[in-house]
């Protein structure tokens, strides 16, 4: 099993920025793809960025070339950089793990409210 601990989370004003973070309590090589997802009130949840073991990411399209995703593998923790935040990004985020070595493979975060507002 993976534990994983969002922080980060708070009120911001339009235009701010957040960094998020995820704590793992396994080694971040031997997890396969770290992502965060976010889930808005009456929303279903969705992705907002991933990064594979190997480095690769990926964005949903509403935050390209706001959000960045990075990964401390000394740390075992990935973040998620949020800039130019809208209203629209206010949900809870939660930080999602796969390692296929587990019989269940999907790892969840609790959660961190993110809300942008004036």
């Known amino acids: 099993q993976v534990q994983l601990v969002e922080s980060g989370g708070g009120l911001v004003q339009p235009g701010g920025s957040l960094r998020l973070s995820c704590a793992a309590s396994?080694?971040?090589?031997?997890?396969?793809?770290m992502g965060w997802y976010r889930q808005a009130p009456g929303k279903q949840r969705e992705l907002v960025a991933s990064i594979t073991s190997g480095g690769s990411a990926n964005w949903a399209d509403s935050v390209k070339g706001r959000f960045t995703i990075s990964r401390d593998n000394t740390k075992n923790t990935v973040y998620l950089q949020m800039n130019s935040l809208k209203p629209e990004d206010t949900a809870v985020y939660y930080c999602?793990?796969?390692?296929?070595?587990?019989?269940?493979?999907?790892?969840w975060g609790k959660g961190t409210l993110v809300t942008v507002s004036l």
């Open positions: 999602n793990a796969i390692r296929l070595a587990d019989s269940d493979y999907m790892h």
């Open positions: 396994k080694s971040l090589s031997s997890i396969n793809v």
